[in-house]
């Protein structure tokens, strides 16, 4: 590229990364004022104005009246517009695939679950492009769908919209977003289920505000997601936080992944299940029986004091609680969030956690941290609607809506 090329270049993604900004800004604060946008973002009133005209053209934001605390004449502020953009946001599950239509405000307009017929490539194309197709259809003419989330379990290169491994499906290096675009020519966003809901819970849950925290999920596994500085931790390849991979007992079962004693192979609805059922069949006694269970049934049998139970949950917080304590001295998150069915064993389960992370990580580290349930628990579509977020405010998906033609797609 030419000198010449080359700072018409860096002068355009200046201007896509203000507007990005100033869109966050009045996204995350508002309703602000012009004035206040531009203190705070440090830009040239005269581009706050440029940007944010450019903002209300797109009706990306729109302006509302705001009486001054001192009285007088009432003061222009902005703020984004919520209900106008919809997006699908779908999560493939090991078993069915929800599929939400949802605005930014996260008011879910439609919702379905269909249970998948088929777990190869073809198979879940095939399913992803019927939901989306019909969910696409119930969008009316006066509102604006901008883009497609997909969430699933396993490795994703968001980047590419490649699927590279899944726990739950025969499909590897998959290239989802591109078979998709068959059916839509709509922006498509995929993310690891688990990070993404981990945004979830910084946009709108249980960690708004909140710089340093870590989601831990447990459900058919283990998984974490990172956020540090404000940010989600993500690695060259776009996924860590593998903690259920973590070896707890060298001489453990074997795991998936092919290694022993994985702390999924301990702590997941499966495992826990499976810990309990050997128990009962050794004769100890218990109301549970070993032919009715599930993870409900033993949150709710330990929470009613019954041995087993108490044990098997006291027993998942002890091999847990040593995996967040190395997250804790690794990441010295202020939050730990846990979501799945075993924050329903909560009053057992946590105080076992805490004991494990005050005996094995700093005390500097560990003597403020907070644990405590996510907000989102169960409704998977929420990672999606935090990929959206994500890319409105990191300037990718602001920047095609913005881009001319893009209003009749
Ligand atoms: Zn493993």
Do not use: W
């Amino acid at each position: 590229m030419s000198a010449r090329g080359e700072r018409v270049a860096n002068h355009e993604l200046l201007k896509q990364v203000n507007a990005a900004l100033v869109y966050r800004l009045i996204d995350t604060q508002g309703p602000i004022s012009r004035v206040d946008i531009a203190q705070i973002s440090a830009l040239a009133p005269a581009s706050v104005t440029n940007i944010t005209r450019q903002l209300l053209e797109h009706g990306l934001i729109k302006e509302v009246a705001q009486q001054a605390s001192t009285g007088g004449r009432p003061a222009i502020s902005l703020t984004t517009e919520q209900t106008a953009f919809l997006f699908i946001s779908c999560r493939l599950g090991r078993e069915e695939l929800q599929c939400s239509v949802m605005d930014l405000s996260d008011t879910v307009h439609q919702h379905t679950v269909s249970k998948l017929q088929r777990h190869d490539a073809e198979g879940i194309v095939a399913a992803l492009s019927q939901a989306i197709q019909q969910q696409l259809q119930t969008v009316r003419p006066e509102q604006q769908a901008i883009a497609i989330a997909i969430t699933m379990a396993g490795l994703v290169d968001p980047q590419t919209g490649t699927v590279l491994y899944s726990p739950n499906h025969q499909i590897a290096n998959l290239r989802l977003a591109e078979q998709l675009q068959t059916v839509t020519d709509l922006p498509i966003y995929i993310g690891n289920d688990t990070r993404a809901l981990a945004l979830a819970e910084y946009y709108l849950g249980t960690a708004q505000k909140c710089q340093d925290f870590i989601l831990v999920s447990i459900h058919h596994g283990a998984g974490a997601g990172i956020v540090s500085n404000g940010q989600l931790l993500l690695g060259k390849n776009r996924n860590v936080g593998e903690i259920g991979h973590i070896q707890i007992d060298p001489f453990g079962n074997q795991c998936h992944c092919g290694n022993f004693g994985c702390l999924e192979t301990f702590v997941s609805n499966k495992a826990i299940v499976a810990q309990t059922k050997a128990l009962l069949e050794r004769g100890h006694s218990s109301n549970l029986d070993s032919n009715n269970l599930s993870i409900e049934i033993i949150c709710k049998a330990a929470l009613a004091d019954d041995p087993i139970a108490v044990q098997i949950i006291r027993q998942t917080g002890n091999h847990l609680g040593r995996v967040l304590a190395i997250l804790v001295n690794l990441f010295n998150p202020e939050k730990i969030l846990l979501a799945g069915e075993i924050v329903q064993s909560a009053a057992v389960l946590f105080p076992a956690l805490q004991q494990q992370i005050q005996r094995q990580s700093l005390p500097s580290f560990n003597q403020d941290l907070q644990l405590e349930k996510a907000r989102f628990q169960g409704q998977g579509t929420m990672g999606g609607y935090a990929l959206i977020k994500r890319a409105l405010h990191e300037s990718d998906l602001l920047q095609r809506i913005m881009q001319p033609g893009m209003d009749n797609a």
